[in-house]
């Protein structure tokens, strides 16, 4: 007697291991690299539509006979234990052939053409069809004929999957065209390894990748960890001089044992994308430029025995926790968007282990501590500079002190110098002391004002912390959903399933979508970059809060129309001012929505601007409940609201704004569509 295994076993083992149709197109590209192949070329036939073909070609080192059958066809060995070097000198990333059963099972048919650079001339193939094994009884019932024949093509191998189950739309291109350029860690590798992508706009993203503005960072961040688990850790500023240095960053953490976990290097390049920055020294690119840059590479990607490991660095995964801390504090802290490292794991004792559906390393105590160990690195930079960064601000208060008090002195000596006469005099003194009082007023005034928005600051951090940690279970949720899609689809049918569980499935994924937004929202309206001063172009702003705003607003079943005046209009001050008036015109309507008296169906917002000579109109409108409970010079004060459970703060919050950008507000409880109107006249920016 002996085991058997039911062809069901391979759907398992295959369609449910792989998330995405570009992970599993990865995984061909990693059996190239760990061929010894230096080019590797991904060629997509017709995947517009379901039943195209995917080609992966490369030039590595083939397979012989031997090869194809103790290895290409046995699904399941680990080859830890002979993991040796390749002739390259590449440590092989591929293990138990997991991933690149899932990668053939994205068709019906596959045809492998391999030749063996020890047998030139030579070239073995073999075709298999999925149709086959869903007919036979048990997997071992299928046998496979490899044909050998001559050929006049160097050595390599040629993979071809044909009537792909599934379709890949510009969308989905772009990610795997970023996937295959970020695989080979273009940021100084020495692996020798390109993949190409047969596919319009390649080419543009590889440029794209390839120009590297390191040479614009404002500060690196270095720090290695040793196979002793001890690690050190140095600041460097654009010129390159050593800005604060640990030789053990573990005393930092105030660890009391080293790092458990692989020698490690970590490389972070820091940004700082404001125009003052950018004016203080000759530039290689305009900070547009390296914006574009960053939204394609950016993050800190890990790079484990010379290729990438998703998902580590990809948008919206900051594994390192750098929004987070920015979070909590955004002084002298990057964000995933001002950022571009790496961190490199060789790893010859295969300590760290890929996870089955091959998106990240299982979270064991060794991936842990590697993790601790780049995060430690990243919060010991931000606290030096913060560091830094207060005793500057300490001295600035001090010097505006002295300078006040210097400036006292001169007032006294200069009417002593003038011989003005006593009563003259006297009364000059007096206009001064009049005018200290009103501008210790005006302090007072601005130290409360100070005190409300670190209570908001602190309200919005706060929220920021919690909006990062509920990706987790959001995660979690999508997981599920995925599973109960797969799992009833595979149990009850295609048609049954759609009857029983499509609806509440769909909203599960809807829901999880929602949560994604939200948990982004607080992080959005904390950017620093939106707080510096330029022109605004404000029919930008308009087009984002909309956007932002979009889960929210399909939630409420609201409908945004806008009517804007041509052109660009600008306005002097900074992103985040416009955008909080926007911000909270925008909540404030989605509250009205939620009175009793408001309207369920066709509910609308409309947001109009008009121009004069020297100023722009902003009316910001819906058909809501309108302003009631309240008299209208009311609504600007601080705690008054007639919203349950409203703060009361935020049309002061846009009235301080709207007043910062030199401009006037003011409100109508019902205006033209019903409910509030709202608006904002704003002077703009004179041209020169």
Avoid at 89 to 103: E, N
Avoid at 303 to 310: I, N
Avoid at 447 to 473: C, I, M, N, W
């Amino acid at each position: 007697m002996h085991f058997e295994f039911s062809p069901d076993i391979l759907s398992r083992l295959g369609e449910e291991l792989i998330p995405n149709p570009d992970q599993g197109i990865m995984e061909l590209v990693k059996n190239s690299y760990d061929a010894d192949a230096t080019e590797c070329i991904v060629k997509l036939i017709n995947t517009d539509v379901i039943g195209g073909s995917l080609i992966v070609s490369d030039n590595g080192i083939g397979m012989d006979l031997n090869a194809i059958s103790d290895g290409w066809l046995v699904i399941g060995r680990s080859k830890k234990a002979a993991r040796l070097p390749t002739q390259l000198g590449r440590l092989p990333v591929g293990d138990k052939g997991l991933g690149r059963l899932a990668a053939l099972r994205q068709g019906s048919h596959v045809d492998l053409k391999t030749r063996p650079a020890s047998e030139p001339e030579i070239e073995y193939s073999l075709s298999l069809s999925w149709e086959d094994f869903a007919q036979a009884k048990v997997v071992e019932d299928i046998t496979f004929n490899i044909a050998k024949q001559q050929t006049q093509q160097s050595q390599g191998t040629d993979t071809i999957i044909q009537n792909l189950r599934y379709k890949l739309g510009k969308r989905e291109i772009q990610r795997l065209a970023r996937e295959l350029l970020l695989l080979a860690d273009p940021f100084g590798s020495e692996t020798g390894f390109r993949p190409r992508l047969i596919a319009p706009g390649f080419d543009e993203l590889e440029k794209r990748v390839q120009e590297a503005y390191f040479e614009d960072a404002e500060y690196q961040l270095s720090a290695s960890l040793n196979d002793d688990g001890r690690a050190e850790a140095k600041l460097v500023d654009w010129k390159g001089d050593i800005l604060f240095s640990i030789e053990d960053l573990g005393s930092y953490s105030k660890r009391e044992t080293p790092y458990n976990t692989v020698a490690a290097t970590l490389q972070v390049w820091i940004f700082v994308l404001g125009s003052q920055t950018f004016s203080g020294r000759e530039r290689t690119a305009t900070i547009e430029e390296i914006r574009n840059w960053l939204s394609t590479v950016g993050g800190v990607h890990l790079y484990h025995r010379g290729l990438r490991v998703k998902p580590y660095g990809d948008p919206g995964n900051d594994w390192l926790e750098i929004n987070l801390s920015r979070a909590r504090a955004a002084d002298e802290r990057p964000s995933t968007s001002t950022v571009i490292g790496r961190v490199i794991v060789n790893d010859p004792h295969d300590i760290l282990t890929q996870k089955t559906d091959r998106l990240g390393f299982i979270e064991s105590e060794k991936f842990s501590e590697l993790r601790q160990f780049a995060i430690d690195a990243l919060r010991w930079m931000d606290k030096e500079r913060l560091k830094l960064a207060e005793k500057k601000r300490n001295q600035n208060k001090k010097n505006t002190r002295n300078s006040i008090e210097e400036a006292k002195t001169k007032i006294e000596q200069t009417i002593a110098a003038l011989e003005i006469p006593q009563p003259a005099r006297t009364q000059v003194l007096k206009v001064i002391q009049e005018y200290e009082k009103v501008k210790e007023r005006e302090t007072q005034i601005l130290q409360e004002d100070v005190q409300l928005y670190r209570s908001l600051a602190t309200a919005g951090t706060t929220a920021a912390v919690f909006a990062h940690e509920s990706g987790k279970p959001v995660t979690l949720v999508e997981k599920a959903a995925k599973r109960i899609e797969t799992k009833g689809k595979k149990i009850l049918g295609e048609q049954q399933y759609i009857k029983t569980f499509d609806s509440p499935v769909g909203m599960l994924y809807k829901a999880a979508n929602s949560l994604k937004s939200f948990a982004r929202f607080p992080l959005y309206l904390l950017k620093r970059i939106k707080r510096r001063s330029s022109p605004v172009d404000v029919h930008a702003v308009i087009a984002e809060v909309i956007e932002l705003f979009k889960p929210f607003l399909e939630e409420a079943k609201v409908d945004v129309r806008t009517d804007l005046t041509d052109g660009a209009p600008m306005v002097r001050g900074s992103i985040a001012l416009l955008e909080t008036i926007l911000v909270n015109f925008m909540t404030n309507s989605i509250n009205a929505f939620n009175a009793k008296d408001a309207p369920c169906e066709n509910r609308q917002i409309v947001i109009y601007t008009e121009l004069t000579m020297t100023h722009i109109e902003l009316r910001f409108l819906d058909n809501g409940s309108g302003i009631k409970g309240l008299d209208l010079d009311e609504i600007w004060l601080p705690g008054r609201t007639a919203t349950p459970g409203g703060t009361g703060l935020g049309l002061t919050i846009v009235k301080d704004s709207v007043t910062d950008l030199g401009g006037q507000v003011w409100a109508i409880a019902k205006g033209e569509l019903g409910g509030a109107e709202f608006v904002v006249n704003l002077p703009l920016v004179r041209s020169l």
